[in-house]
């Protein structure tokens, strides 16, 4: 992270987690660094992202209520990021894990 320059956005994220309370935002219980990396010890998510899980459904698509369902999640948590201020700016299927969210960077 040091190298690719992430780590803002990284300590970042971890404010947003560590704040954040809500049922569609992963919850944060504690991070700590070793001197090479840093690490957040997050809810577990069972289900894994929804990326993998919607390359498992036959298609690699979901059927309409389902789609709705998470879509409806989705809008819900990103409600509550603005309100908080943030901006979540990459939305896709591989970064969504009950919905977890990462990513947020604050409003400007």
Same mark, same amino acid.
């Given at each position: ?27 944060? !219980? ?6 090479? %990396?840093?690490?957040?010890?997050? /809810?577990?998510? +069972?289900?894994?992202?929804?990326? =993998? ?26 409600? !509550? ?6 901006? %979540?700016?990459?939305?896709?299927? /591989?970064?969504? +894990?009950?919905?977890?969210?990462? =990513? ?5």
């Amino acid at each position: 992270m040091i190298q690719r320059k992430k780590i803002k956005r990284a300590l970042t994220e971890q404010d947003i987690l560590a704040t954040a309370n809500h049922p569609f935002i992963v919850t944060l !219980y504690h991070s700590f660094q070793s001197e090479e %990396y840093l690490y957040f010890c997050m /809810e577990y998510c +069972s289900g894994g992202e929804f990326f =993998g899980a919607l390359q498992t459904r036959p298609g690699k698509c979901l059927p309409e209520d389902s789609s709705r369902f998470y879509a409806t999640e989705v809008v819900a948590a990103l409600e !509550y990021l603005h309100l908080m201020g943030f901006i %979540y700016r990459d939305l896709k299927p /591989e970064s969504m +894990s009950r919905i977890l969210i990462l =990513g947020m960077t604050p409003c400007v």
